[in-house]
């Protein structure tokens, strides 16, 4: 009794300082990626050559690294090599490329290290494009800043901004989301709104090569709940659940089943449990209300997470977890949290932007900090418990394993209990080609905790 009683005070203090340490928002932009953890501070990692990291240097990194020491950062976004962020105080802040003015200070000077933008303290949400911004305040305002030459900023002319302006006279917004040459944007009634650069369809039933302002899709359509855009193709959830996507589907981004690009609002599918769709450079990624994970479009680098390098041009499942909190990602890679607020990434990692400590590419979900849940699954009834799943089973050239824990050791052993192959590196991809036809039992080790589970070679 003793010992138990132990165990659960131990447990207590140990979540307790672990719970600080959990992501709490993390977004991927073109090649670098920023985050907050649920104690406030920031953090950054991937492509820093426009010092869009915000750390004081253009180096890249290729693990996360906290950016200044203040701990009240509350929203950030990513564009193509800038950041845009929101402390809680309600102050907007910037750095990285300002070529064209996206940071709104003003100037055309890069910055290498957070500068605030402006008096004001009543910013809400800032959604930033590849080399613009939109960004909501509190009151339902809309302001927008950056490069123009598309309508992007959606104020009627063509002139880049290099200081928030506000855009129209509504005081309607609710969210907005800005991607390489175009906006979509939802008003408080649901109506869904898109402006800027008309490309393979991006604006969804407008007809125009450029929409100079904010134009609604459909005149009367008042059901929509989320929006995404990114690249020239926009996903969107409706009140009920359901997907509708349009745009640029030339690797089947849209999810409709071709390849053919989509002008008008088009259904994906009959679902009615979607809860968060992500677009970008032709890959769509989005999470079910069940907590399941689904991608689709370009794979050509593993981008969907499915372990292949296969293009879909329907929503396909991407392992079996059911722990999806959230996603996010600009370009060709993703990065994700998990119910725990562990981090998870995969796809594209030339520049370190998935935060593993190096450039290797990723084709399935990676678990890449669990510092979060590490502590927290310390419980008395699970102290050495360690969850984890593999598939296909059979396998033929590769197994792909799901784990609650990072993963110190692998081994496989024949049914005689001979090793046939072992592994120490922290992966979810464990190449079995090489074995013999037959039954291997598969064992991993995450500290003290272990799992065993046997599988078959075809």
């Not at 709490?24 to 991937?46: C, F, N, R």
């Not at 402390?87 to 957070?114: I, M």
């Not at 998870?344 to 990676?366: C, R, V, Y």
Request: glycine share 10%.
């Amino acid at each position: 009794m003793k010992r138990i009683i132990l165990l659960i005070v131990l447990c207590f203090f140990a979540c307790q300082s672990a719970f600080p340490q959990c992501w709490a928002q993390v977004e991927g932009g073109s090649y670098h990626t920023v985050a907050i953890k649920s104690d406030g501070s920031l953090w950054a990692w991937g492509k820093n050559t426009s010092g869009q990291l915000g750390d004081g240097t253009f180096e890249n990194k290729s693990t996360p690294v906290r950016i200044g020491n203040d701990t009240d950062w509350q929203y950030v976004s990513a564009g193509a090599e800038h950041t845009m962020a929101i402390k809680k105080d309600g102050t907007l802040w910037a750095w990285g490329q300002n070529l064209y003015g996206q940071l709104g200070d003003e100037t055309f000077t890069d910055r290498n290290v957070p500068k605030r933008i402006g008096a004001d303290k009543t910013w809400k949400v800032v959604s930033a494009g590849s080399i613009f911004n939109i960004a909501l305040k509190s009151d339902g305002s809309m302001w927008s800043w950056g490069w123009n030459d598309h309508y992007e900023l959606g104020n009627g002319n063509t002139n880049n901004l290099n200081v928030p302006t506000v855009v129209g006279r509504g005081y309607d917004w609710d969210s907005v989301s800005a991607s390489t040459l175009s906006v979509t944007a939802i008003k408080t009634d649901n109506s869904i709104w898109s402006w800027g650069a008309n490309i393979e369809g991006s604006l969804g039933a407008v007809t125009l090569q450029f929409q100079v302002e904010p134009t609604q899709i459909g005149p009367n359509v008042f059901n929509y709940k989320t929006t995404s855009s990114g690249g020239f193709t926009s996903m969107n959830i409706k009140l009920d659940g359901s997907l509708w996507g349009w745009g640029f589907n030339g690797y089947g981004t849209v999810g409709n089943g071709t390849t053919s690009n989509v002008n008008t609002p088009t259904r994906i599918g009959s679902d009615q449990d979607w809860a968060m769709a992500i677009t970008s450079t032709s890959t769509t990624r989005a999470i079910k209300n069940d907590g399941s994970l689904w991608s689709w479009g370009k794979n050509d680098i593993g981008q969907l997470g499915d372990g292949t390098s296969l293009n879909h041009n329907i929503p396909v499942r991407i392992g079996e977890n059911t722990v999806w909190k959230s996603i996010s990602g600009r370009r060709d890679f993703t990065v994700a949290l998990d119910t725990d607020n562990a981090l998870w990434a995969w796809g594209d990692n030339s520049f370190g932007q998935l935060g593993d400590g190096t450039t290797t590419n990723k084709i399935i979900p990676t678990m890449i900090s669990s510092e979060c849940i590490s502590l927290a699954l310390l419980t008395v009834n699970n102290i050495e418990k360690l969850s984890l799943k593999m598939y296909p089973n059979p396998a033929t050239n590769v197994l792909y394993i799901e784990s609650n824990h990072l993963i110190d050791n692998i081994k496989i052993l024949d049914i005689t209990g001979k090793i046939q192959f072992q592994q120490s590196d922290n992966t979810n991809l464990i190449p079995v080609s090489n074995l013999p036809q037959g039954v291997y039992i598969l064992e991993a080790y995450s500290g003290r905790n272990n799992f065993q589970s046997k599988f078959v070679k075809e």
